[in-house]
């Protein structure tokens, strides 16, 4: 029997409407359109407003959009797994308020923290369960609303970061075509460059946490760059030659959106051409867990059956990782 393989048989995505571009960022702290462009790349990024309005919100815009493409119900979904590092609360999971929004009855659902990473690990999480034979629709949600722990007199962060949510469905395949191969890799000695350094069991919240702005992403950038640029192109030279793969058998490489050079970087490395990169980082900064399905979503219509795709990604923890897909269908 050919063997079962996780393949992604539907996209769907949730956007906020209001817009914070550089201009308006200029208002806030002391930075400039020029430096944000040249450093990073990004024009503008998406906020999610509203009292209460959490992550949750944007994956189950996401997943009802998903539905809708794919045909099914709620109650056909079997697990959902929710990638993020803003949940709308420590606890309960954010895939389950999710499942509740949605209606998904028949299915149990957790969260996965990985940073940057979380969609990388989610799906290759998700595709064991696919591979099993018995779970037959299984979702993955990368959702984070990042203005949310993002400190808006902090220059050096409150310029990269934006809010989205994606999700895709995984469904078995026996023809060949879905997730190949996964490369996933962590480094916790990474943990102290790029963190929320409050809030959790070591530090709880307090009074003085919150007037140190100890809620809010840290970063000591340019080491993160640093392994970022490093990890992110390693680890997807890594598995194309695990899979005999030459820049000229990638169709697609879809990396994590944090920052223009850091992608650049990685498509050297991989010696695939400029218009084989998929990069929407100018219109919504990083979103986190979201980029991946994003960048998914917005070139869903350009992806062909059988188009070998590499997805790469590296977050805070540190955590890193690639992935190699077989496209499994044609949209029309
Ligand atoms: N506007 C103007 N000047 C600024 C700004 C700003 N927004 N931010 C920093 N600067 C200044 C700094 O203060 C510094 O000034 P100084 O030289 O007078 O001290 C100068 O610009 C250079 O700062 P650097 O931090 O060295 O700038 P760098 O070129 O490293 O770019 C950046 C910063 C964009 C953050 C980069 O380091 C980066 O992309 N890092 C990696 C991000 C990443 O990949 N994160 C992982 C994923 S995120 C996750 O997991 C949640």
Not at 6 to 30: F, H, R
Not at 53 to 67: D, I, K
Not at 140 to 164: E, N, Q, W
Request: net charge negative; hydrophobic share 40%.
């Amino acid at each position: 029997m050919q063997k079962i393989r996780a393949s992604i048989t539907a996209i769907g995505a949730c956007l906020p409407d209001y817009i914070l571009d550089n201009t308006e960022l200029e208002k806030m702290v002391d930075t400039n359109n020029e430096w944000i462009l040249s450093r990073t790349g990004i024009s503008e990024r998406r906020i999610l407003k509203g009292e209460g309005m959490g992550t949750s919100e944007m994956g189950a815009g996401a997943v009802r959009m998903l539905l809708e493409k794919r045909g099914i119900t709620a109650e056909d979904i079997d697990l959902i797994i929710c990638a993020t590092t803003t949940p709308d609360h420590q606890f309960p999971a954010t895939a389950n308020i999710i499942a509740d929004k949605v209606g998904i009855k028949n299915a149990f659902g957790f969260d996965i923290n990985a940073a940057c990473s979380g969609f990388l690990f989610s799906l290759t999480t998700a595709s064991q369960f696919i591979e099993t034979g018995k779970y037959k629709k299984v979702i993955v949600v990368g959702g984070d609303k990042m203005s949310s722990i993002v400190d808006y007199t902090d220059r050096t962060t409150c310029v990269l970061f934006g809010d989205a949510a994606a999700a895709v469905l995984l469904e078995p395949d026996t023809e060949g075509f879905g997730i190949q191969d996964s490369i996933l890799k962590s480094d916790g000695a990474g943990r102290t460059f790029l963190r929320q350094k409050a809030g959790g069991s070591a530090y709880p919240a307090s009074m003085e946490t919150v007037m140190n702005r100890e809620h809010y992403v840290y970063q000591e950038g340019q080491t993160v760059f640093k392994f970022a640029v490093k990890g992110m192109a390693d680890v997807s030279a890594e598995i194309m030659e695990r899979n005999n793969l030459t820049g000229d058998d990638v169709a697609w490489l879809v990396p994590h959106q944090a920052n223009k050079r850091i992608i650049d970087a990685t498509r050297d490395r991989m010696g695939v051409s400029n218009d084989k990169v998929m990069m929407n980082i100018q219109r919504y900064g990083n979103t986190t867990n979201a980029t991946i399905p994003l960048c998914l979503f917005e070139w869903e219509k350009q992806l062909k059956k059988g188009d070998n795709i590499i997805l790469a990604a590296f977050g805070g923890g540190f955590t890193w990782g690639a992935t190699y897909i077989k496209w499994a269908y044609d949209t029309k």
